[in-house]
């Protein structure tokens, strides 16, 4: 994975700076092919799946069908289901792909949320605001409310409300000696 991200920071620079360009759409074409995960694809057929208004019930399933073998190649969900699931403001940044990311179907989740690989978000009405960051491994519990602009360190068990600008970080790990 470090080798494709640096091929695409050191080629793609050119593309990249206007997101256009043959070179940008050739680099993300080669990334989605090695990796099984294009962004843009997965959620745009993401938010059609869920939209109760969209009629077309054959591109509706054929949507969900490539959602989930998306999501079962890299272990994960996104709380996709024809025509409910949770709600996203904006697509997530996921730095590491979708690899291990649970998330409850009737989560609410905020704008420019950076999501790292093996975060769990438990379903219960969890809501999450703008510009949060979620650390690898982190898990979110039912009926919690997190912030804008949290931070929410590697391997947090969150089971109380954020406030905002806040982050959250494990406790000094004790030695416990017989």
Partial sequence: MRFLAKVKTVIGKIGE????????????????????????KYWKRREYCINPARKNIFWKLYCL?????????????????????????SPPLLPHGPNGIIIGHDAVIGKDVKIFQQVTIAQGGVIIGDNVL???????LSKVRIGNNCKIGANCVVVEDVPDGATVVLQKPRIIQK
Wanted: hydrophobic letters at 40%; glycine letters at 10%.
């Fill in 17 to 40: 700076e206007k997101q256009s360009g043959f070179l940008y759409y050739f680099i993300n074409l080669f990334v989605s092919i090695i990796t099984g995960y294009n962004h843009e």
């Fill in 65 to 89: 069908l490539y959602i989930k073998r998306v999501d079962a190649k890299h272990l994960s969900s996104f709380g996709t289901f024809y025509n409910s699931g949770c709600k996203f403001i």
């Fill in 134 to 140: 979620l650390g690898a491994g982190s898990k979110i």
